[in-house]
């Protein structure tokens, strides 16, 4: 039999199959064999021999995997296929009786498909925004700001985009002596209508609808942190990035490497995992894993919070050497989506994203 004919067979035995089932399957396989590219021949071999052997029955039932160093997913990944979200899942895991889901890892992020909402962060190149907000003040808010040496990008609600120049002392060095930013991620008001950057000992911040500059006396006080939740020594506690509070009073919040929560694959992932808190909501603290596999450049210091889509879907944000996306999380279940991507290298803040829907 050649190669079209086993195609052409292939394709009468599995033509009346539901597709979910099949192109879940497809999702998984595209997954292991980035990650295990060595059985990528095996599987196809098993593959093409359960097909055409077992007929059409066994299809509909399953297909035999590979070996692997985990168990198969039944199906594919959630995240994939609810559609509309799906009520609250099972956990992954859990971390001092509290319940822990795993995030999906840099591989499988660039899979999921898009949220719908904020179209512009489809892919945005702040280096590319040309216009400038004192000759073009069109806007008198925005949703995002991304700092880079001596320049703002300003993203509006409606997608526009500003320009501005920051013409002002360079903040002083830190206690070491080291150079410090002028950017952070508080730097945009939750409003999204003032930005605050450093400047000498003190700090400036712009009415973004007026474009006037005022002065601020001292660093200003740090921002609030969410609560931890675990049970952790003091110094074991890195919060990454602000803490972002929802309309009902649920606060999000990253923290850095070091509890010794569960991951996926132990052979494939780092061990004691940066993490997100969500507490506050009546179903009690959720904690979101994040997935960082050994191979992978994402950046060791956690995904840090952008907002909440809604009061319960937070966005965050996973950062690589060669990509920075805006990912959506429905808090307590597998349902993730990609709210967009910025091109690396710029500190983020970010406004309400839920005032923008």
Do not use: C
Request: charged content about 25%; proline content about 10%; cysteine-free.
């Amino acid at each position: 039999m050649t190669h079209q004919d086993l195609r052409d067979l292939l394709h009468e035995q599995v033509a009346d199959l539901e597709t979910t089932d099949l192109a879940g399957r497809a999702w998984s396989d595209a997954v292991r064999r980035r990650r295990r590219g060595r059985l990528v021949a095996a599987g196809a071999t098993a593959l093409v021999t359960v097909l055409v052997v077992a007929g059409v029955a066994v299809v509909r039932d399953r297909v035999d995997d590979p070996p692997r160093r985990t168990p198969a997913p039944v199906g594919p990944p959630p995240w994939v296929t609810q559609s509309p979200p799906a009520a609250p899942s099972a956990a992954d895991t859990s971390y001092q009786d509290l319940p822990v889901w795993w995030s999906p890892d840099l591989d499988e992020e660039l899979a999921l498909p898009f949220v719908g909402r904020l179209p512009f962060f489809r892919h945005l190149d702040p280096s590319r925004v040309d216009a400038d907000l004192v000759e073009d003040p069109t806007i008198d808010r925005a949703i995002a700001a991304f700092g880079r040496d001596d320049v703002v990008v300003l993203v509006d609600p409606e997608g526009q985009t500003r320009r501005v120049t920051i013409d002002l002392p360079a903040p002083a060095d830190d206690a070491d002596g080291n150079p410090t930013s002028r950017f952070g991620p508080s730097m945009l008001s939750p409003d999204g209508r003032r930005l605050e950057v450093r400047q000498g000992d003190d700090r400036a911040v712009l009415d973004i609808g007026t474009g006037a500059w005022r002065d601020l006396r001292g660093p200003g006080d740090p921002p609030p942190t969410g609560p931890a939740v675990v049970d952790l020594q003091p110094a074991m506690l890195n919060p990454a990035g602000r803490m972002s509070v929802n309309e009902r009073g649920a606060s999000a919040q990253s923290w850095g490497m070091g509890p010794g929560i569960p991951v996926r694959d132990p052979a494939a992932y780092f061990s004691g995992p940066a993490y997100l808190v969500v507490s506050g909501r009546d179903e009690g603290p959720s904690l979101l894993a994040f997935m960082t596999g050994l191979d992978d450049e994402r950046w060791m210091d956690a995904p840090t919070v952008a907002g909440w889509l809604d009061d319960d879907t937070v966005v965050y944000e996973s950062i690589a050497e060669d990509r920075d996306l805006l990912i959506s999380w429905k808090v307590g279940t597998h349902t993730f989506r990609r709210v967009g991507a910025i091109s690396p290298g710029w500190t983020s803040s970010f406004a309400r994203l839920a005032d923008q829907r």
